[in-house]
T-cell receptor
Framework: AQTVTQSQPEMSVQEAETVTLSCTYD???????LFWYKQPPSRQMILVIR??????QNATENRFSVNFQKAAKSFSLKISDSQLGDTAMYFC????????FGQGTELSVKP | DGGITQSPKYLFRKEGQNVTLSCEQN?????MYWYRQDPGQGLRLIYY???????QKGDIAEGYSVSREKKESFPLTVTSAQKNPTAFYLC????????????FGPGTRLTVL
């Protein structure tokens, strides 16, 4: 069975600095997708970034980028130039069929 | 404006009552999903539907029921058999089931009094 682990329950960062959120997963599949979702205080789940496992190039969306290490089954999210609006719960998710979520990392951006 | 809507935003239920949560999408997606979120936890899949008039149980289907009579709509009924229904419920949709990206609605907070 696939599992997703986020080992950092809480993190904080100063505004304008860079922060990295960790995620590891376990699977025997070769073709799958990985996601980072953001859940702000409104609790709406918002897609941040998506990575296809067959692509070696790391996905990037503006200030958000990932470090995808397929052999190590690691999928970290880097947020550059952190903004107050980035304060949220961040979920890593694995999809090889069903979408499986990690427990989440609560990120606080401090002014 | 394309998207997923859920209603109501907040719902209160007395013990022993069934309640129905609404989920509508105008994205022309074939697949729809219901998830439950408890404090400090990730999302857990309740039910999903790949196509109209078809749906499958997820990991925690006991005490819940769904229907899919229209492509746009996937209502979830929380029955009195659900022992601990107080939670945040999220609906999602995607083009298909498998590896297509899921997009989420704003959620419904259900509280049992």
């Amino acid at each position: 069975a696939q599992t997703v682990t986020q080992s950092q329950p809480e993190m904080s960062v100063q505004e304008a600095e860079t922060v990295t959120l960790s995620c590891t997963y376990d699977t025997s599949e070769n073709n799958y997708y990985l996601f980072w979702y953001k859940q702000p205080p409104s609790r709406q789940m918002i897609l941040v970034i998506r990575q296809e496992a067959y692509k070696q190039q790391n996905a990037t969306e503006n200030r958000f980028s990932v470090n995808f290490q397929k052999a190590a089954k690691s999928f970290s999210l880097k947020i550059s130039d952190s903004q107050l609006g980035d304060t949220a719960m961040y979920f890593c998710a694995f999809q090889g069929g069903k979408l499986i979520f990690g427990q989440g990392t609560e990120l606080s951006v401090k002014p | 404006d394309g998207g997923i809507t859920q209603s109501p935003k907040y719902l209160f239920r007395k013990e022993g009552q069934n309640v129905t949560l609404s989920c509508e999408q105008n994205l022309n997606h074939d697949a729809m999903y219901w998830y439950r979120q408890d404090p400090g936890q990730g999302l857990r899949l309740i039910y999903y539907s790949q196509i109209v008039n078809d749906f499958q149980k997820g990991d925690i289907a006991e005490g819940y029921s769904v229907s899919r009579e229209k492509k746009e709509s996937f209502p979830l009924t929380v029955t009195s058999a659900q022992k601990n229904p107080t939670a945040f419920y999220l609906c999602a949709s995607s083009m298909g089931v498998g590896t297509d990206t899921q997009y989420f609605g704003p959620g419904t907070r259900l509280t049992v009094l």
